[in-house]
């Protein structure tokens, strides 16, 4: 395809190549630490596959799939952009996920959709911190991968640190696909291990755009160095292989047990493939995207071991009406799509981030079934909804919080609309109103995040808004156990409403922890009753959980037993949920009780001569170290840290060392504040400090 933004001119018969066999369809994801070279590595995928006619460039703002004004302000990837574009007989639709942890859902949600994905690398760095999350997430929803060590040219590159980080960190198995030839400033090209080939970039007199490059078999005349590390790397990935796949370990043992030169690079390619479908090891490869080297094998490797849509298990079919095909930030309508391709939707009016859509009810629990759920619905499970929920995705925990307000009430809807529209398709942001002020609480995943919300809603939205100090987002809980019963007698028109609740709350142990609340039932509570109660009690507790009593954060960490429930025939379910919840206030208020605090995990990479400094600053900030290692020139320190005391803290790093290290944070858990910072907090909070 020809570059953008002229689409319209550009696609070429876009509507005739639209519907490829299923087999030829991959759907990828590139993902990978913040700075690895994602983005650089899609721009120049695009322009090798002749979707673009210029190399898009992350530092000059010019890429495709950075298509935000925020992105290409802050040279990062903050949404994930969709593209279309064919190699060699393969449509390949393709992702570029944020790399950067304040928007892990946006990497979360891609992950659900796609059949395959890239993880960039930077050779140098090896696997870090976002690295790991990331991965776990393609764990999670059993994605095949293919590695990538971009950045063989930089300085302290190293292959075979890369790879040992990635046995290490990952717990994965490396297929050895490619030999760097050459590393840092002397790196050229690469040796394809399958084929014994070499593959060398030169650059024309016109230019130096990476489309020119030459393979070669190795020869003992040219290259006998070269070919004894190639032949020796080929022979190791074949016994791995063979430990891996038994159909291609009966081959090996069988017909070329006594000279693996004789078996053909289709044959082991198909080994290949079939191990990283069933993921028991990923193939590796390497080149340096900047450099407009490597792109092509890996494009090559993407058709070749990726999977199409229908040799992944998905559990769930969808059928929508109206599509658009993405090219980033722009769209073309079409008039169908085959499944296992990507596309838009327009017209859905309720569908938010993590739905599935279903043609039908008998559909949905069909789907249910294939997912291997079990759908009898006992007594106490709470409504049918419960067991239709699909895959859904798992929104992390807000940390920070913060109000907004517009620039006159008259705004108010405006901002309303823009902060519906910002929910649906952002789940991680959360927005509440506060129940005393009447203000709109914004609640989000780091500063970036909540930052990049707020010039979102003034630049899509047109919007000024008022944004209140940014505050972290404590959890409250207790330490011992309370009993309360609370009555409710009411008369509203020839109606009467009474009902007593009895209920016990006590802390939970660390292992059975959490902030949905555990509800049990006294055994004296008759199960047809209970049938007519559940829900209304169960509302009151969880409603009741959403304020603690010390500085109206939610509760966690909590078991509620209901002791006895009386109440006057015809009381309505609002009545008997509003008795619980003030019931559980009252014993809330009563217990002792204690603050919990975000507790993050930290990991900074700083060159040696600043490690000194790194660390005094972490212990003014009341943080753990674990461990210390050395990365090539660098040291990487993890710990943990109160979050609390992380606010500007990117400022203060680059301060501290010149600019020259970099961080990475991860909520770990909540832990309960000593005794000196919570009276601090409340004093603050109350106005007297």
């Not at 997430?137 to 063989?152: E, G, S, T, V």
């Not at 340096?288 to 490797?301: I, M």
Request: charged share 25%; proline share 5%; glycine share 6%.
């Amino acid at each position: 395809y020809s570059s953008l933004p002229d689409i319209t001119d550009d696609v070429k018969s876009l509507r005739s190549i639209i519907n490829p066999p299923i087999s030829k369809i991959r759907n990828i994801g590139i993902m990978a630490h913040i700075d690895a070279g994602k983005t650089t590595t899609t721009e120049r995928i695009l322009y090798y596959s002749g979707y673009t006619r210029s190399l898009g460039d992350v530092d000059e703002g010019d890429t495709v799939t950075d298509f935000m004004a925020q992105e290409r302000e802050r040279g990062i990837t903050i949404q994930s952009a969709a593209v279309t574009f064919d190699w060699k007989g393969y449509r390949v639709n393709l992702i570029d996920t944020p790399g950067h942890v304040d928007f892990t859902l946006e990497v979360e949600r891609s992950l659900r959709v796609l059949d395959g994905a890239v993880a960039v690398f930077d050779a140098s760095a090896g696997v870090e911190a976002q690295t790991l999350t990331v991965w776990k997430q393609a764990d999670k929803h059993h994605i095949p991968r293919i590695c990538f060590l971009n950045k063989m040219d930089k300085t302290g590159a190293s292959f075979t640190y890369a790879i040992e980080s990635i046995r290490e960190k990952l717990k994965a198995k490396p297929l050895l696909l490619q030999l760097p030839i050459g590393e840092a400033k002397s790196f050229v090209g690469l040796v394809d291990v399958v084929t014994k080939e070499k593959v060398i970039w030169k650059p024309t007199t016109d230019s130096d755009d990476g489309k020119h490059f030459k393979r070669e078999l190795l020869s003992e005349t040219n290259d006998p160095e070269l070919l004894k590390e190639a032949s020796d790397a080929r022979n190791a990935l074949i016994e791995q292989i063979a430990d891996l796949d038994d159909e291609f370990a009966e081959l090996v043992l069988g017909e070329f047990s006594e000279n693996f030169d004789l078996l053909s690079a289709e044959k082991l390619q198909a080994a290949v493939r079939r191990v990283t479908l069933a993921r028991t090891a990923v193939p590796v490869l390497c080149g340096s995207s900047l450099r407009n080297k490597g792109v092509q094998p890996l494009l090559d490797a993407v058709t070749m071991y990726l999977p199409s849509p229908d040799e992944r298990s998905h559990e769930f079919l969808e059928r929508i009406s109206r599509l658009l095909l993405p090219f980033a930030d722009q769209q073309i309508e079409i008039p169908s799509l085959p499944a296992g391709n990507i596309a838009l939707t327009v017209g859905l009016k309720q569908t938010a981030t993590g739905d599935t859509i279903v043609s039908s009810k008998a559909s949905a629990l069909a789907a249910v079934r294939r997912a291997g759920r079990d759908l009898r619905k006992s007594p106490r499970q709470s409504g049918e909804a419960e067991s239709l929920l699909l895959a859904g995705v798992e929104v992390p925990d807000p940390v920070f919080f913060c109000t907004v307000e517009p620039p006159s009430m008259a705004k108010q809807p405006d901002l309303d609309h823009a902060l519906n529209c910002l929910q649906r398709e952002d789940p991680s942001l959360k927005v509440r109103l506060d129940p005393d002020s009447g203000q709109t609480i914004l609640c989000g995943m780091g500063e970036l995040h909540i930052e990049i919300i707020i010039d979102r809603i003034k630049r899509e939205y047109g919007l000024e808004t008022y944004v209140g100090p940014l505050q972290i987002a404590y959890r409250e809980t207790i330490l011992n156990s309370v009993r309360a019963s609370d009555t409710l007698d009411r008369t509203l028109g020839d109606k009467k409403h009474l009902v007593t609740v009895e209920l016990e709350v006590r802390p939970l142990a660390s292992e059975e922890s959490g902030l949905i609340p555990v509800i049990e039932y006294a055994k004296i509570i008759s199960e047809e009753l209970l049938n007519d109660l559940q829900e209304p009690v169960e509302s009151g507790i969880h409603s009741a959980c959403l304020q603690g009593p010390l500085l109206g954060f939610p509760i966690q960490d909590v078991a509620v037993t209901v002791h006895s429930v009386t109440l006057h025939p015809g009381t309505s379910s609002t009545m008997i949920s509003a008795c619980a919840s003030r019931c559980l206030h009252k014993a809330l208020k009563k217990a002792d009780k204690q603050v919990l605090e975000p507790l993050m995990n930290l990991e900074v990479t700083v060159p040696g001569d600043y490690l000194s400094s790194v660390l005094a600053d972490l212990a003014q900030r009341r943080g753990t170290v674990q461990e210390i290692q050395s990365r090539q020139d660098n040291k990487v320190v993890s710990g943990s840290v109160p979050l609390a005391e992380m606010r500007g803290y990117s400022t203060a790093l680059r301060s501290l060392t010149s600019g020259s290290a970099t961080f990475a944070l991860e909520l770990s858990n909540y832990q309960a504040m000593n005794l000196q910072d919570q009276t601090t907090l409340l004093n603050r909070r109350s106005g007297l400090s």
